[in-house]
């Protein structure tokens, strides 16, 4: 088999997909990997013993697709379960997907080409777009930074692409080996593991390459984490930004002229006076969310 600096023409990749109690979108998630038009790949499933109907889901899935595995236990929570699950992995290239969110039919195919063409990329990311829990599309998302990220970028970023993720997680992949050495997703960042370990990583000296295109579609529901959460995620998303450098002013560009130039380079924007109106609404309800 051909090879290149990065590994092989056709390299395996892992997806690991932690879960608990999301039987409603499970079967979504994991049909969207193992009907990729890249097939190549496993799927692990890290399940925290759920009790609704996820493992008799699991079980049927497996029976039928070798290519899929899981394991069923009580855990210390996702990401020390996403963890466990990247030990367990057999690939050479690895991503991450939440249970309720599901990939594009071609986005591993997408990113296995561009982690092959961009041998000095550590992995790549994507855009997302919004749906429902019926799977109907919201009308925006969120993209990854055009360009990438860098070490050079990632302060630059944080400050002025309010609407722009630095890298989306749940259309992130990249090579294992290389990643390891960066350690592990951090439990002490518990709901945004993915954002203190994606700057990790670039502070490291390594880039991340960006896809310009939705790889992923991010379902918005009620129980989702960053409504449960809201005020722990705001919490833990300071203590990352405080590391990298920003102060009082860094925040008041952010929430000002980087809002602004960053939904005005957003293609995935919502119409201004609907987004605006459903901002304010979002506002009001993750405020009431509870502070535990």
Known sequence: MATNRSGPAQPLVSVIVPTLNRGRYVERCLRSILDQTYRNLECVVMDGKSQDDT????????????RLRFVSEADRGEVYATNKGIDLAR????????????????????????LLAHPEVIGVGGDALYVDGSGKSMGRGLITNRGGLAPRSAKRILTLRYFVSPVVHGTFFGWRQRLARHGKFDPEFSVCPDVEFYLRVVDGGDAIGCLPRVQTYYTVHPDMGAVKYYHKVRQQLARVYARHGLRWYHH????????ALSYIRNPLRSPFFPGLAREIREFWTMRRAPKG
Not at 93 to 101: E, L, P, T
Not at 252 to 259: H, K
């Open 91 to 114: 690939g050479d290239i690895i991503g991450v997907q939440a249970s309720d969110d599901y990939y594009v039919a071609d986005a591993v195919e997408k990113s296995v080409e561009f």
């Open 252 to 259: 008041l560009v952010r929430l000002t002229v980087g809002r």
């Open 55 to 66: 493992v008799a889901i699991l079980e049927r899935l497996a029976a039928s697709d070798p």
